[in-house]
């Protein structure tokens, strides 16, 4: 509701469910959550709390979150070598719930600066990461606490693909597609995850938060307009999402937004559609889908050689057209939500009448790959 | 084991110690333990894992005599009880709920501790 994508809000929750009683899912611990730019949203943890039946007030106070604000990278190296270490080692030794998370909100923030990308501020970039990734694995290892580390998107370019001129290397762009993008919905993969390949090498697990175009009638009894502005006044965050949401609650509706695990060392990816609501955030039953990345990763080896051999009439994809793509990972089930949601606007047929359309259709595959490259 | 400290080693019961070849132990390890300190090597694990050039830099003895006391130690080392990974208690295997069922198990159960999880979307 209040960040666009809910990454906040997913911390936040996180930040309360870490702090209940191992038998109800938590591990009675506490929470320090580091700042770059912003405050820790205590309103809004506060909210959360009381609105969240799981989250008895017993065990579960805002006495157990620990915030301090690193503006940075000079300050976060330090907080996290000394003061972070010091205050985490004591929590283990005397304090009442020894600290089982570490939040730092957001990390991409502090690679922002006016200076002009060039090698030297990439490399200089990929050291840093590479030190803050190894302070936070040594930390998660010897205290056995788990580290959630924001990010922010920024665009993905779509170049043609093998633009690399050195043919045994695989270019940024091919990789990046595989570890910093989602696809599980048509438009995911129009962004990607920021500080570059160094930093998808430190992080055991990555989670992409992002909107989708749907929307959801949900029935909640304590989903009220006062409520809900009173977040707005509460956060004071930028006016676009304080518009959009006083359009959510206009038509009373709430957007959809999707998570998608690209990738991570415990689970396979998946993808799942979810909503911010004033108790936090809550999957949307039953829409969890777990792409065939097999057979993906089968075609594209298979087709090397060709792709090698084909490449002076310009980038081929080697699985198919674009449509293939969609039909094939997120087809039906993605047709099974929208008209769910759209409570049958689109009758049954429709998916018929569109089949029908990309048979007649005169123009080649090949036609909409070089305009959409071009 | 490894973290072992090497002056320690030369205090091991007297049944331990007899497997130690306490003649080698005593000439390579306890004679050049003060040596070794000096070079910042007190554990087993600093003494396996620091290349013998650069020890025989730190601590100013030749490489031969320094390899000599990995043997030494080893060879000590050796009598303890080999570990099945099936006998080690596995670790961070601690996991807390997100709070929705659905997502925990799309993430394998819950948020696993001793990993770093990374949550990327637009501000």
């Not at chain 1, 005397?94 to 909100?105: A, F, R």
């Not at chain 1, 390949?197 to 990555?206: E, F, I, P």
Request: glycine share 6%; aromatic share 6%; with cysteine.
């Amino acid at each position: 509701m209040i960040s666009a994508s809910g990454k906040t809000q997913l911390a936040l929750q996180l930040s309360l469910f870490v702090q209940i009683a191992p038998d109800t899912g938590g591990l009675n611990g506490s929470c320090c959550y580091l700042t770059t730019s912003s405050k820790l949203p205590t309103q809004r943890l506060l909210q959360i709390s009381q609105n969240r039946k799981a989250l008895p007030p017993s065990s579960c106070s805002l006495d157990h979150v620990h915030t301090i604000a690193v503006p940075s990278i000079p300050l976060l190296l330090q907080v996290l070598s000394r003061t972070l270490k010091d205050f985490i080692q004591d929590s283990h030794t005397t304090g009442v719930k020894p600290v089982k998370l570490v939040v730092i909100d957001t990390l991409a923030e502090l690679f922002h600066d006016a200076e002009k990308t060039t090698t030297a501020t990439l490399v200089e970039r990929s050291q840093k990461v590479a030190e803050i990734g190894s302070i936070l694995h040594t930390l998660a290892a010897e205290y056995r606490i788990a580290i959630v580390v924001l990010n922010e998107v920024v665009d993905a370019f779509n170049r043609g693909r093998h633009c690399s001129d050195d043919k045994t290397d695989l270019s940024y762009n091919e990789q990046s597609r595989w570890f910093s993008r989602g696809d599980s919905v048509p438009g995911e993969d129009g962004k990607e995850a920021s500080l570059g390949l160094g930093w998808a090498n430190q992080v055991n697990a990555r989670i992409l938060l992002s909107r989708t175009g749907r929307r959801r009638y949900l029935v909640e009894p304590n989903m009220n307009r006062a409520k809900s502005q009173k977040i707005e006044v509460v956060s004071g965050q930028m006016s676009n999402t304080s518009v959009d949401l006083q359009a959510e609650d206009d038509d009373q509706s709430t957007l959809i937004r999707r998570f998608n695990v690209i990738f991570s060392s415990v689970s396979l990816p998946a993808s799942l559609d979810f909503t911010v609501t004033e108790s936090g955030i809550s999957a949307l039953q039953g829409t969890t889908t777990y792409p065939s990345a097999a057979p993906e990763l089968f075609t594209l080896e298979e087709h090397v050689p060709e792709v090698s051999q084909r490449q002076d009439k310009g980038p081929v994809r080697p699985q198919g057209t674009p449509l293939e793509i969609r039909d094939h990972d997120t087809g039906p089930e993605e047709l099974a939500q929208g008209s769910s949601v759209s409570d049958g606007v689109f009758p049954q047929d429709t998916e018929d009448e569109w089949d029908q359309y990309w048979e007649n259709d005169e123009i080649s595959s090949e036609a909409y790959l070089s305009v959409r490259d071009s | 084991m490894t973290s072992i400290n090497l002056s320690a080693l030369s205090t091991l019961p007297a049944q331990q110690k007899a497997a130690f070849e306490r003649g080698t132990f005593l000439v390579h390890v306890s004679s050049k333990l003060t040596v070794l300190c000096t070079g910042g090597i007190h554990t087993v694990a600093q003494l396996l894992l620091t290349s013998p050039q650069d020890a025989a830099r730190k601590c100013r003895i030749s490489p031969i005599e320094f390899k000599a006391a990995i043997e030494a130690v080893c060879r000590g080392c050796g009598d303890f009880q080999l570990q099945y990974l099936d006998d080690i208690k596995s670790e961070g295997d601690e996991l807390f709920s997100t709070g929705d069922p659905e997502i925990d198990l799309a993430l394998g159960g819950g948020i696993r501790t001793g990993m770093i999880w990374e949550l990327v979307g637009e501000r």
